[in-house]
């Protein structure tokens, strides 16, 4: 089974402008999650989708968005980018939304914001 | 969900087996104790789970002290492969009120392995 797959791996983009980010889960897998990962803030949770719909959401502003399509796979989307957007995004995928089950992650994508 | 505590970093010899701790005092009845790592340039991934008893599978074992307040991800001979930062987090599993599809990651343990 394939896993996980993020593209673009790399990302050079300006200030203002927005970038688009896309994940595909792992085949069969309902649920796609996405994280931005900083050297001083860790791995935070950003948004969570689940059959097309955005089950939970962490505490970031309105200028990350996201969606999910019908065949699971899914977009974020950064929009008026800034310095410190500057991060490797991950997503990740389970059979479904519940705690119990194990997350696969991506590789991620770099993205630079100059 | 509940918080967890784990040293910064640590180191081994390669071939030895190494014990990454993580405390875990406010631990609920419902919380299982999941374990990720991430190698470096790669996305965290899953080494093991439980929720009472110990468990082992193919990467490690986990062990799960009596009271729950602690557990222990045990390697049993490190290779310079095992060099990652892992990350024990604990999820709720209620299939109401329990967590949501995201993982709540500390800071991890970095663990440095020595040929």
């Known amino acids: 089974k394939a896993g996980v797959t993020q593209t673009p791996r790399y990302l050079i983009k300006t200030r203002g402008q927005q970038v688009t980010l896309s994940c595909s889960p792992i085949?069969?897998?309902?649920?796609v999650s996405w994280y931005q990962q900083t050297p001083g803030q860790g791995l935070q949770f950003l948004f969570e989708?689940?059959?097309?719909?955005?089950?939970n959401k962490g505490n970031f502003p309105g200028r990350f968005s996201g969606r999910q399509f019908s065949n699971s796979r899914s977009e974020m989307n950064v929009s008026t980018l800034e310095l410190g957007d500057s991060a490797l995004y991950l997503c990740?995928?389970?059979?479904?939304?519940?705690?119990?089950?194990?997350?696969?992650f991506g590789p991620g994508t770099r993205l630079l914001v100059l | 969900d509940a918080k967890t505590t784990q040293p910064n970093s640590m180191e081994s010899n390669e071939e030895e087996p190494v014990h990454l701790p993580c405390n875990h005092s406010t631990i609920s009845g419902t919380d299982y104790i999941h374990w990720y790592r991430q190698l470096p340039s790669q996305g965290p991934e899953y080494v093991i789970h439980?929720?009472?008893s110990n468990v082992n599978n193919r990467m490690a074992s986990l062990a799960i002290a009596e009271d729950r307040k602690s557990s222990t991800l045990i390697l049993h001979r490190a290779t310079l492969r095992d060099a990652a930062v892992y990350y024990c987090i604990l999820r709720d599993v209620r299939p109401y009120g329990g967590s949501q599809g995201n993982l709540i990651f500390g800071k991890g343990t970095k663990l440095s392995v020595k040929p």
């Open positions: 085949s069969g897998h309902r649920s």
């Open positions: 989708y689940f059959s097309e719909t955005q089950r």
């Open positions: 990740a995928s389970s059979l479904d939304s519940r705690g119990r089950e194990t997350q696969y």
């Open positions: 439980g929720l009472t």
